[in-house]
């Protein structure tokens, strides 16, 4: 764990959770992330603003706190660009499937106390542990 930096997380976490219950709050909708830009892409009467809004704040976080002064990590990709894209597509397959990503299921869904979630949750991590250890240990990649 080279990288581990538990304020930092910390504070992201805080910020993640504030920003799905300022939302629930506000516009009685879940932060699931692919939902939202499932809506955004098909937009229904009333709800594309809300949703470029929340998407338009997730892009632009990095760069923000860059102008503030943070230090950003270095982003460093090892796979080769239709790795990239297959994850890309299974991660989409996934969503779909599971009707929900892990910001949905994770975040949102287990705080509401959703045994759904908890195993949509369950069912992510078991796969990203099998997909690592695959990767890693089985492959060498």
Known sequence: MDNFTPLPALGGGLLIGLSAALLLLANGRIAGISGILDGA????????????????????AAPLMALAGYDLPAIAIDAALPVVVAAGVLVGFGTRLGSGCTSGHGVCGIGRGSGRSVAAT??????????????RHVLGA
Not at 41 to 60: S, V
């Open 122 to 135: 369950l069912t992510f991590m078991a796969t990203a542990a099998a997909t690592v250890f695959v990767t």
């Open 41 to 60: 892409l098909r937009p229904k009467a009333g709800e594309f603003g809300w949703r470029m809004a929340f998407l338009a704040g997730l892009l632009a």
